[in-house]
């Protein structure tokens, strides 16, 4: 079993619609970050967090420490957000970072 | 704008031929990594530097692959003898680290081919 896992690993919404992707994971962390991958393939970093919840633009990341769990949720979805969208968790033994195998995400016009 | 750079952004090498492959993080940033990116594989962490000391590098293959950072601004990958297995993206990242965990900045990627 992984030590992260995301789901789902695929998903196609139409234009305009609420998106969630959800990330569960095994080890104890310090922190969780998303990050965006560009079907051109630059890595943009999202969102870092360790509680509670963050917000930017039309994009909101929140995590439950205590259920091993965050959610990266696009509210009125674009076509522009197409991407591969990553969690990767810090270990809080070593700070190593665990990536999942990331969410590709298609959004329709 | 700070960004952290990657030469060259392409390279196409015959097999048993060095690749080197270099990175300038950010100005100020303490902790470097290389990761490698293919299909069948996503992305796996090669090294990584803090305060120019290498901290991890288990997921380099260690008889091709060498990770150095001769100076705060300059992290180098090298592939000698290069094999058409190792043709991925090379990433490069950057990042300050902080408490909890720190922000990585990627770079824009090598694409490397070997043929």
């Known amino acids: 079993k992984n030590e992260v896992e995301q789901s789902p690993q695929n998903l196609t919404a139409q234009e305009g619609e609420f998106i969630t992707i959800n990330c569960s994971y095994s080890?104890?962390?310090?922190?969780l970050h998303w990050l965006q991958q560009h079907p051109g393939g630059g890595i943009v970093s999202l969102f870092m967090?360790?509680?509670?919840?963050k917000k930017h633009g039309r994009l909101i990341a929140t995590i439950n420490i205590q259920e091993k769990h965050s959610s990266l949720h696009i509210t009125a979805s674009h076509p522009r957000d197409s991407a591969v969208y990553i969690c990767?968790?810090?270990?809080?033994?070593?700070?190593?970072?665990?990536w999942g195998a990331g969410t590709k995400l298609i959004i329709k016009p | 704008d700070a960004r952290v750079t990657q030469t060259p952004r392409h390279k196409v090498t015959e097999m048993g031929q060095e690749v080197t492959m270099r990175c300038q993080p950010i100005?100020?940033?303490?902790?470097v990594f290389w990761y490698r990116q293919t299909m069948m594989q996503g992305l796996e962490l090669l090294a990584y530097?803090?305060?120019?000391?290498?901290?991890?590098d288990s997921g380099m293959p260690k008889d091709r692959f060498s990770a150095e950072m001769p100076d705060a601004t300059l992290a180098t990958l090298k592939i000698q003898p290069s094999e058409p297995r190792d043709s991925a993206v090379y990433f490069c990242?950057?990042?300050?680290?902080?408490?909890?965990?720190?922000?990585?900045?990627f770079g824009p990627g090598t694409r490397l081919t070997v043929t």
């Open positions: 990242a950057s990042g300050l680290v902080l408490l909890a965990g720190y922000e990585q900045y």
């Open positions: 100005l100020g940033h303490n902790t």
């Open positions: 530097f803090r305060n120019r000391a290498p901290l991890d």
């Open positions: 080890v104890g962390i310090s922190a």
């Open positions: 967090l360790s509680s509670g919840k």
């Open positions: 990767a968790v810090y270990m809080d033994s070593n700070y190593q970072l665990i």
